[in-house]
């Protein structure tokens, strides 16, 4: 995000500050001032924070602000249209311990937990004196993708009409989106749709999906990644259904988190609604899944560290259908500072696991 909108208000501030300073005989301008202004994310918070975190799920907020100032003022910006949260209000508790009152706009109303922020500036304007905080919602994405660079076919899941990989333009197959093609074969069953992907075929041959590469100097000093995607899987009008499992596998160093002896976890995805109004726009229904995945001293992350989504059988055979549709696949790392005491708000517990995403669901039902 840019800073260029909040430069009035940094220099505004800067300068005021500087103004003052100079105004006052006898008061050198390069001592701490006596005013102070601090934020916790609690009322027992020890060490003052520069950012802070609030809920993608949205709804009241808390910060707490001590403070020698009687009267300061609190303005809130972003980069959105519409801003994403509103200052309802202070509640003095102590005598230097002010809890500021946020409302905050949910992530998105489908889960899409990709970082944003925003800025509080605190300022008392007859001192000059201020500070800023950001505040941020959602968690920095390692490998983010909506697939809409897939422009094969259509975008009708009823319609076999996908561009198997080999196919694909050279720009496509140089994202680092692979499949596994076995010896014998000369291309993997991994299809190109309009704006997704599809892993299998009709005549029941399974296919595998294997994200992007990250960057290797950042992955290797991660602690925790948050995995989600949506998937579902085929059947017709006439009631004919695919098997809908899918596996989600680590490789090249990770483990899951919420068994850290394994590194495979499997799903059954649902079924798209074939006699759907509009079966393009409903066909991710209730098809968000979350995956937690930690670095450990037994399995740590490594450079070779990816995601491997498995739909049916890849041994070649030609067996059950299977045909599984993938989406919206993003691989999110937590930022942790204990020395700031700045902590990412921790999606897979907020979830209860991994598992189906219920996370935007809770929150409107709460």
């Not at 910060?63 to 959105?80: A, E, H, S």
């Not at 925003?118 to 001192?127: A, D, N, R, V, Y």
Request: charged share 25%.
């Amino acid at each position: 995000m840019s800073n260029t909108k909040y430069l009035p208000l940094i220099l505004a501030l800067l300068a005021a500050g500087m103004a003052a300073a100079s105004c006052r005989k006898g008061v050198d301008p390069n001592a701490d001032r006596s005013d102070y202004i601090n934020v916790f994310a609690s009322p027992e918070g020890e060490v003052p924070l520069d950012a802070v975190s609030v809920s993608v799920k949205g709804g009241p907020a808390t910060m707490f602000i001590r403070t020698n100032l009687d009267d300061f003022k609190i303005q809130w910006q972003d980069d959105g249209t519409t801003p994403w949260v509103k200052v309802l209000g202070t509640e003095k508790r102590q005598d230097d311990l002010v809890a500021i009152q946020l409302e905050v706009a949910p992530r998105y109303t489908y889960p899409y937990y990709t970082r944003r922020t925003g800025t509080l500036l605190i300022s008392c304007p007859e001192k000059n004196f201020g500070k800023f905080v950001k505040v941020h919602q959602g968690i920095n994405a390692r490998i983010s993708s909506d697939m809409a660079w897939s422009k094969y076919g259509s975008n009708n899941p009823l319609k076999q009409d996908g561009a198997i990989s080999a196919t694909w333009s050279v720009t496509d197959k140089g994202r680092g989106w692979e499949s596994t093609v076995l010896p014998g074969q000369t291309d993997a069953y991994l299809y190109g749709k309009n704006g997704y992907l599809q892993l299998g075929d009709e005549a029941g041959h399974g296919a595998d999906l294997y994200t992007p590469y990250m960057t290797a100097n950042q992955v290797i000093k991660d602690s925790l990644f948050i995995v989600s995607f949506r998937a579902c899987a085929f059947n017709d009008k006439k009631g004919n259904k695919d098997a809908n499992k899918l596996a989600v596998e680590i490789t090249g160093g990770g483990a899951l988190r919420d068994d850290p002896a394994k590194t495979r976890i499997e799903f059954e995805v649902p079924y798209f609604n074939p006699s759907a109004d509009d079966v393009t726009a409903d066909m991710w229904d209730d098809a968000y899944f979350l995956v937690g995945v930690i670095n450990t001293e037994a399995n740590p992350f490594t450079p070779d560290t990816r995601i491997r989504f498995i739909a049916g059988d890849v041994t070649g055979a030609a067996g059950t259908p299977n045909r599984i549709y993938i989406d919206n696949v993003y691989i999110r790392n937590f930022s942790l500072d204990p020395v700031k005491n700045i902590f990412d708000e921790d999606l897979w517990e907020l979830n209860g696991g991994s598992g189906p995403d219920r996370i935007i669901e809770t929150a409107k039902t709460e």
